[in-house]
C-alpha cells in the first residue's frame, strides 16, 4: 500500500493506527549538501517538497526487496540536519501488506504496478487550513527547520495543496479523508491475507 498526501495532511498518524508494519518513504530524502537539490523558485530555499529532493530510485529498491525477501535497510533521515544519520533495517517479516508512507509515495504508483506490487495507492487530505495548522504544530515541536522557513513553506503549501492532491492523484493515488483510507486499508489486508506474495 502506498500512501501519500500533503505534507501534515496526518499520513504518519493514521500508518501508525493501521497496523501494518511501515516503511517511511522521507528517510529517502536527499542530504542537504547534494547539488542536484531543487530550490523554491525566485529563493534561495530548498524545496523539500519538490519529488527530485527525494531519491525515488532507492525508494523503490527498497519497496521490491521488501516484497521479495521480507527485509531490507533504509536510511535514516534526521530532518533538522537534512542528513542521513545510519541505516536501520526494515523487517515486514511474512505480512502479506505493508504501508510504504511520504509525500512522494504517489511518484511510485506505476514502477509498483509495473513490478507487481501495489495492492492500493492512497492521497489523504483534509483541507488546506487544517494541513497548514497541523504541519505548522508538529514542525515546530519537532524543530525541523527554523520558524521562517517553516512560515514560507507553510504558506506555500496551503496555496498549492489543491495542485499538489490534484497530481498525485494523477499520477494514480486515489483521494480520500482519514476514515475512508482506513476502510480501504481493511479491504486490502482483508483480500490479500490469503497470499503469500507480499505487497506494498
Known amino acids: ?59 523503490v529498491a527498497a519497496i521490491a526487496e521488501l516484497c521479495r525477501t521480507g527485509r531490507t535497510r533504509v536510511p535514516v533521515y534526521d530532518l533538522s540536519l537534512s542528513a542521513r544519520t545510519g541505516t536501520e533495517a526494515v523487517d515486514v517479516g511474512r505480512t502479506p501488506l505493508f504501508l510504504a508512507e511520504g509525500i512522494f509515495a504517489a511518484e511510485l504508483v506505476t514502477r509498483c504496478r509495473e513490478l507487481g506490487v501495489l495492492a492500493d495507492a492512497l492521497c489523504l487530505s483534509r483541507g488546506p487550513v487544517t494541513t497548514f495548522r497541523r504541519r505548522f504544530v508538529r514542525d515546530l515541536r519537532e524543530g525541523r527547520k ?28 486515489h483521494a480520500c479523508d482519514r476514515d475512508e483510507a482506513m476502510g480501504r486499508l481493511a479491504d486490502a489486508a482483508a483480500g490479500r491475507c490469503a497470499t503469500a506474495r507480499t505487497a506494498a
Open 146 to 173: 527554523s520558524v521562517p522557513f517553516l512560515l514560507r513553506r507553510g504558506w506555500r503549501l496551503m496555496r498549492q495543496e489543491r495542485s499538489v492532491i490534484a497530481r498525485q492523484t494523477a499520477l494514480g493515488a
Open 1 to 59: 500500500m502506498l500512501l501519500c498526501g500533503p505534507s501534515g495532511s496526518g499520513k504518519s498518524l493514521l500508518a501508525a493506527r493501521s497496523g501494518l508494519p511501515v516503511l517511511r518513504l522521507d528517510d529517502f530524502y536527499k542530504e542537504g549538501t547534494d547539488p542536484t537539490l531543487p530550490t523554491v523558485p525566485e529563493s534561495s530555499d530548498i524545496d523539500w517538497d519538490h519529488p527530485g529532493s527525494w531519491d525515488a530510485d532507492a525508494a
